[in-house]
């Protein structure tokens, strides 16, 4: 029988998998970007501060292999600045935005070097809240995952 915290984990995964669509309903927000939010936390997820591959080098060397190289540029010096599983990447909604942040900080350079060629400079720059609440919500989970499982052996017979 899993342990007291895999239980909690698992019934914190149920409720805000209930409660999620029922708070889009309730106020009107839109479910695909929720959903969107969701799936892009599979790929931008707390994880990319580990030197090693995660799951979302896994998905995207699947997907399509050259993808996988630039992906591992992009995040290359996130993992190097950030020790893994520290409160600033991983922590809900710190880590959340603080992965926002790195993606648009990365966006606004190279833009700016575009504008080096073409004579527009604007910052880049879109926010919608129920697509950061889908995303932070996978990120939430997965920091309960980490901190309340933390071995194979909670999920055997006992
Ligand atoms: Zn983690």
């Not at 799951?55 to 591992?72: G, N, T």
């Not at 020790?83 to 926002?100: D, K, M, V």
């Not at 980490?146 to 052996?153: A, F, Q, T, V, W």
């Amino acid at each position: 029988m899993p342990s007291g915290k895999v239980h909690a984990a698992m019934t914190f995964s149920v409720a805000t998998g209930v409660l999620a669509p029922y708070a889009i309903v309730q106020l009107n927000g839109n479910p695909y970007l929720y959903v969107a939010g969701n799936l892009v936390g599979l790929l931008v997820t707390p994880d990319l501060d580990l030197n090693n591959d995660n799951y979302s080098h896994y998905l995207i060397r699947k997907i399509f292999y050259p993808a996988y190289w630039i992906w591992k540029i992009i995040w290359k010096p996130y993992n190097l600045l950030i020790p893994h599983r520290s409160p600033i990447s991983h922590f809900p909604l710190l880590g959340t935005l603080l992965r926002i942040g790195y993606v648009f900080l990365l966006l606004n350079l190279f833009n700016l070097l575009f504008s080096l060629v073409s004579d527009t400079v604007s910052f880049v720059w879109v926010w919608d809240t129920w697509f950061f609440l889908g995303l932070a919500h996978v990120d939430t989970i997965h920091f309960l995952a980490d901190n309340l499982i933390k071995s194979k052996e909670q999920f055997g017979n006992e």
